[in-house]
């Protein structure tokens, strides 16, 4: 998708997902590819995570930024079976964020309103503020996004980040690690760390992504049967 054109309507909650699926001869090419200007939080964040992934996996690359992140996840993707690697990028979140941290950073911006083992129940309040946070704290991760809205018991809710051009899709420009390394993982450790529900809806024809909060993913989810952009996930060239 580019940039200037207009983006899809936010889905609403109760409607099934649909992703488009493209043959293995289909792979897709950058085309204009995003350049990011990653300021002194984005490169703290990024050198963060990748330090963590570093200390679960004890795989070191030479490689510096977002293009050392990339290509420690290649390096998973390529050792690993797909449960170790979803298992071991929960391990690394888990080490990156730990719940005393998380918790911490909860009360004080709820001013100990609500508790966060995220103690947040599922309500219109949280979601939204989950999808806020997402948008403000997770650029340098997914790439630009925004809050968008989608209507949960006939009720509108700005509980949707929609991501136009994923940017690690994008950097690794692979199916596989999508899933496996980002949004099986993360679905699993948002769940069960931060007690909120979230289902993220990832589109292999133009990269974008949509992560709505408060959804349950289904049992059968599309996105799993995606087939890889590449004939075999040896042959992945990340486009730095």
């Known amino acids: ?22 043959t293995t001869d289909e792979m897709v090419v ?12 984005d490169r703290l964040a990024i050198h963060h995570l990748s330090s963590a992934i570093e ?15 990339v290509a420690a996840a290649i390096m998973i993707s390529k050792k690993f079976d797909t449960r170790a690697q979803q298992d071991l990028v ?9 719940v005393a941290i998380l918790t911490m950073i909860a009360n004080a911006i709820l001013t ?15 979601r939204e503020y989950f999808a806020a946070f997402t948008t403000i704290f997770f650029p340098w991760l997914i790439g630009r996004c925004e809050v968008r809205k989608s209507e949960i018991k006939g009720k509108s809710e700005k509980n949707v980040v929609y991501i136009p051009k994923c940017r690690f899709l994008e950097s690794t420009n692979c ?26 809806v990832p589109n292999f024809e133009d990269m974008s992504c949509e992560i709505i909060f408060g ?21 992945i060239n990340p486009s730095m």
């Open 55 to 69: 200390a679960t996996t004890g795989m070191t690359n030479k490689k510096e930024g977002y293009e050392g992140f």
């Open 175 to 200: 199916v596989g690690m999508c899933t496996n390394l980002c949004k099986i993982p993360s679905q699993k450790f948002i769940q069960d760390t931060l007690g909120m529900p979230v289902y993220m």
């Open 215 to 235: 959804q349950q993913p289904p049992l059968d989810d599309p996105a799993l049967k995606q087939p890889c952009y590449h004939k075999s996930c040896n042959d």
């Open 90 to 98: 929960i391990k690394s979140l888990q080490n990156a964020f730990p």
């Open 30 to 41: 950058a085309r204009d590819k995003t350049v990011y200007k990653d300021n002194w939080f």
């Open 112 to 126: 100990l309103k609500f508790q966060i083992k995220i103690l947040l129940p599922p309500s219109t309040f949280s």
């Open 1 to 22: 998708m580019e940039l200037g054109q207009q983006m899809p309507p936010s889905r609403n909650l109760r409607c099934s997902v649909v992703v488009m699926r493209v």
